[in-house]
Structures are given as structure tokens and as C-alpha cells.
Nanobody, 115 residues
Framework: QVQLVESGGGLVQPGGSLRLSCAASRNIFSFNAMGWYRQVPGKEREFIATFTSINNINYADAVKGRFTISRDGAANTVYLQMNSLKPEDTAVYYC?????????WGKGTVVTVSS
């Protein structure tokens, strides 16, 4: 069973930065894709950023130029650097990994952007 554990969420003022981490229980390069989504209560989960197995990186338009996804294979960890945060970035952020037969999710970490 694959485990994904997110960390790094918290309260930050508008314009501030946070770095989220997602630690996986197995080699992150074994997944077809790995990345981040977010969800606000009452709304659908929203794609944020992802690495694909062919080393492409994709970002949602809402975060392009502000968020950066990166990874450390030795640590089996994927990161999301979030800069210039806005109140509308407030959400629960989830790590996602697409295996060959299954999709895996972490339990989420809460990001609140407020003054």
C-alpha cells in the first residue's frame, strides 16, 4: 500500500510563501505521474501541478508563474513552492500519485492565506 504524507501547510499573509512537501513510501519515479491538487469546501478538487513519467511538468493557469513543483528522488519527496500567495489559494492541498493500476492520495495539508 502506497502512502503519501503531506506537510508544510499553515497560515500565511497575502503575498507570502509556503513550501509543501509530499513524502512517498516508494520510489517516486515508479509512478506515471505525481503532483498536487487542492480543494475548497463545497467545490471539486482542482488540479495544480504535476510531473509526468516523461518528465513533463504541467501547471494550472491559476498558479503559473507563482507555484513551482520539484522533486528529490533520493528522498522520495515532491515539493510545491508557493509564492505570491493570494486569499483564493486558501484550500486543502493534496498530493497525488498515478500508479499503473491505482491512484493514490495523501490526507491533505491546509493552507490559509489571510491577513
Amino acid at each position: 500500500q502506497v502512502q503519501l504524507v503531506e506537510s508544510g501547510g499553515g497560515l500565511v499573509q497575502p503575498g507570502g510563501s509556503l513550501r509543501l512537501s509530499c513524502a512517498a513510501s516508494r520510489n517516486i519515479f515508479s509512478f506515471n505521474a505525481m503532483g498536487w491538487y487542492r480543494q475548497v469546501p463545497g467545490k471539486e478538487r482542482e488540479f495544480i501541478a504535476t510531473f509526468t513519467s516523461i518528465n513533463n511538468i504541467n501547471y494550472a493557469d491559476a498558479v503559473k508563474g507563482r507555484f513551482t513543483i520539484s522533486r528529490d528522488g533520493a528522498a522520495n519527496t515532491v515539493y510545491l513552492q508557493m509564492n505570491s500567495l493570494k486569499p483564493e489559494d486558501t484550500a486543502v492541498y493534496y498530493c497525488n500519485a498515478e500508479g499503473r493500476l491505482m491512484t493514490y492520495w495523501g490526507k491533505g495539508t491546509v493552507v490559509t492565506v489571510s491577513s
